[in-house]
């Protein structure tokens, strides 16, 4: 991501304090522009996250920003007995003007969040304990979402997690093959097309619409540089109406695999049971009382049906000449999907396993 030449005029629309002193971009996400900005107040270095919002991805970015600030504000208000509550929601920065949004000269949307010190977020899962730690907090994330009040947030990306739509859209990819690339992806595409009876798995199964999280990706949560307690839950884009599934198959799409989800190496992407186990564990500690009988039985099938259909974006994406993921190298929405596809196997070969433990907790 190159330095944006518009930053240094939006560092000053918004109520910070201080001199700005320098920007660099940060983090590994696929769809915003992140930067860590620098401000001195007063002889002490404070730093703040400045965001443009990807508006070819999220077309109303003015209803996203209000779920962010009905989101945060609610989980504000919930978590102000706690310890350190600062640190454990994003706290929205406003403009000059008294907004939570900042549209610039090209027409880009920023935002500021203050910056959670003393955590990070890890690209890949280290040890149990960590699967642990992040399943508990987007557990807590959802739990504590459970009455945020009417109206219903908007959806921010309309049938994200429609997995049948999400199928339909690469077949349709297959046909157009618009980057003539289907003759690169040949058992990628046999893959999903074996598999089509699993995109309507969840969906199918009527389960409860709730507020959820939608990208719980393990390095968007921020654990705990002293205590490796998952402290914050991130990147709220997608917080909007869905499965709690979703958000549980996501966890284990990224939380249970040691290697990183462009890995080149596939003999390295393999679902570790005792990772598993712990997210688990880690989930019901916090969301296991609140969800119904049926979706505790679906935790089973979540991290199947989500890896599946993010391999499935991935590959539509690469067909299409990567138009919608950021790459960083050649064939990269390729590589994404045959990691994704490859841990989908593993998750099939553990299915028995996986039903035996989410049946027994
Ligand atoms: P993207 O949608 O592009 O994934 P994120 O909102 O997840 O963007 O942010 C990218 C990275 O920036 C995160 O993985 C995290 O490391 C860091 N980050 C985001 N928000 C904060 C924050 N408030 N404090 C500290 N670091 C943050
Ligand atoms: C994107 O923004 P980021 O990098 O956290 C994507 C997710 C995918 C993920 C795959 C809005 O998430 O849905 O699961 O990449 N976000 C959006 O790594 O499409
Ligand atoms: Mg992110």
């Known amino acids: 991501m190159k330095m944006q030449p518009v930053l240094p005029i939006v560092t000053r629309e918004f109520q910070i304090c201080g001199d700005f002193l320098h920007a660099r971009p940060y983090g590994s996400g696929h769809i915003n522009d992140t930067f860590r900005a620098v401000y001195n107040q007063a002889g002490r270095q404070v730093r703040y996250i400045f965001q443009r919002i990807n508006h070819h991805v999220f077309k109303n970015p003015v209803a996203l920003m209000d779920n962010v600030q009905r989101v945060t504000a609610h989980l504000a208000g919930k978590l102000a007995g706690e310890s350190d509550p600062s640190r454990r929601v994003l ?29 990070r977020t890890y690209d890949a899962v280290r040890s149990p304990e960590q699967a642990f730690q992040a399943a508990r907090a987007f557990g807590s994330f959802q739990k504590l979402l459970t009455d945020l009040p009417a109206p219903r947030l908007h959806d921010t990306i309309p049938d994200f997690h429609h997995t049948p739509k ?30 089509k009876a699993m995109a309507g798995l969840l969906l199918d199964a009527q389960l409860p619409e709730r507020v959820t999280h939608n990208d719980t990706k393990f390095n968007n949560v921020m654990l705990d540089d002293k205590s490796g307690e998952g402290v914050c839950v991130i990147d709220l884009d997608t917080v909007m109406p869905g499965l709690v599934l979703n958000d549980f198959g996501d966890m284990v799409r990224t939380a249970t695999s040691p290697a990183a989800e462009d890995e080149r190496d596939l003999s390295k992407i393999e679902m570790q049971f005792p990772m598993f186990e712990m997210l688990l564990r880690g989930y019901l500690s916090t969301a296991g009382e609140f969800l119904t009988k049926a979706e505790k039985q679906y935790l089973a099938f979540a991290g199947k049906v989500i890896t599946f259909e993010i391999g499935l974006r991935f590959i539509t994406d690469f067909l299409a000449g990567d138009t919608y993921f950021k790459v960083h190298r050649e064939n990269h929405n390729l590589d994404r999907c045959r990691t994704q596809f490859k841990l989908v196997e593993s998750l099939e070969q553990q299915e028995e396993r996986i039903l035996k433990l989410v049946e027994k907790l």
């Not at 949004?101 to 935002?111: P, T």
């Open 91 to 119: 706290s929205l920065v406003p403009t000059r003007d008294g907004k939570y949004f900042y549209q610039d000269a090209e027409g880009g949307y920023w935002r500021v969040y203050l910056f959670i010190e003393k955590a």
């Open 166 to 195: 999400r199928f339909a859209a690469l077949e349709k990819s297959v046909e157009a093959d618009t980057a003539n690339r289907a003759k690169l992806a040949g058992p990628e595409i046999q893959f999903v097309l074996r598999r």
